[in-house]
């Protein structure tokens, strides 16, 4: 059992099921599909909870009902939510429109500006995972690395993202990424960074580091949702890091957790990893 920290998103997802999918002057029916509890914090830390690690999220939601909601689901799924912050005003929803073939898109609003606090200490963190705009993210990052795996997500801008391991999808790296690919990591995660993992949906995933690339092919699954397959990923990395596996162990566990992602109609994990996890 490890102590991981996550910095990410905690989000009250409205869900939208249109009938075909999405194409410019398109016109759609759609069924409400209701709220549910969604962002990269629930999507990585409920895996992680059902792996036995112990989980802490840092995040900042509204004063509002939403929010109240957003804490309540995220601790009855054992994340502790002791470090998420209030701000004044609603907690936003974000829409996703789901299309029949299980592909979404996201459209949310402006995120007020968060800062993170002074760093805390890093002695009893095993894993820290930033997957967040937030202010202060880098910060925390360089002091937590002398103690603990540093895990991020590629930023959607150019910002630094100071860390071991780097993650990525193909689709993030287009318009990005014209050179080696290892040479791009580095210059945004630095000279400490171990490995840079890139993930290609069906076509598996990559991590580039100073040696030969290792490539793990992916697990066949039924579509259903796509949302939330790269937190899952990026939670079966971290569970295989923290569990002291290989890159390439690691690699197999996350392409395991993926795969048991998409197959629900859900972005948080769903009943088939937990029972992967905990098997009667």
């Not at 969604?38 to 995040?59: D, E, P």
Request: hydrophobic residues 40%.
């Amino acid at each position: 059992m490890a102590n991981i920290l996550l910095v990410a998103n905690l989000n009250c997802d409205r869900i939208f099921l249109l009938n075909h999918p999405l194409k410019p002057g398109g016109r759609f029916h759609y069924k409400d599909g209701g709220q549910r509890l969604g962002g990269g914090g629930a999507n990585t830390g409920i895996g992680l909870v059902w792996a036995r690690h112990q989980v802490s999220l840092v995040t900042e939601v509204g004063r509002d009902k939403v929010g109240d909601w957003l804490i309540a689901e995220a601790s009855t799924q054992g994340i502790n939510c002791s470090q998420i912050q209030r701000r004044a005003g609603n907690t936003c929803e974000m829409l996703l429109m789901m299309t029949p073939d299980g592909e979404r898109t996201i459209i949310r609003p402006e995120r007020p500006k968060f800062e993170l606090p002074l760093p805390p200490s890093w002695t009893d963190v095993d894993a820290l995972y930033i997957n967040s705009s937030t202010e202060g993210a880098a910060s925390w990052s360089k002091t937590a690395m002398p103690h603990c795996w540093v895990v991020a997500q590629l930023a959607k801008d150019e910002r630094a993202r100071p860390c071991h391991v780097l993650i990525a999808s193909l689709s993030d790296m287009q318009g990005r990424c014209k050179g080696d690919p290892w040479q791009f990591a580095q210059a945004i995660a630095g000279k400490k960074l171990k490995y840079f993992v890139v993930t290609d949906g069906e076509h598996g995933a990559t991590a580039y580091s100073s040696n030969d690339p290792i490539h793990v092919a992916a697990v066949p699954s039924q579509v259903v949702d796509t949302t939330g397959a790269g937190d899952a990923y990026a939670a079966g990395l971290i569970h295989g890091l923290v569990s002291q596996q290989t890159m390439k162990e690691s690699m197999q566990e996350a392409a395991v957790w993926s795969g048991f992602a998409v197959a629900c109609n859900s972005s948080i994990p769903g009943k088939g990893l937990k029972q992967h996890l905990s098997p009667e």
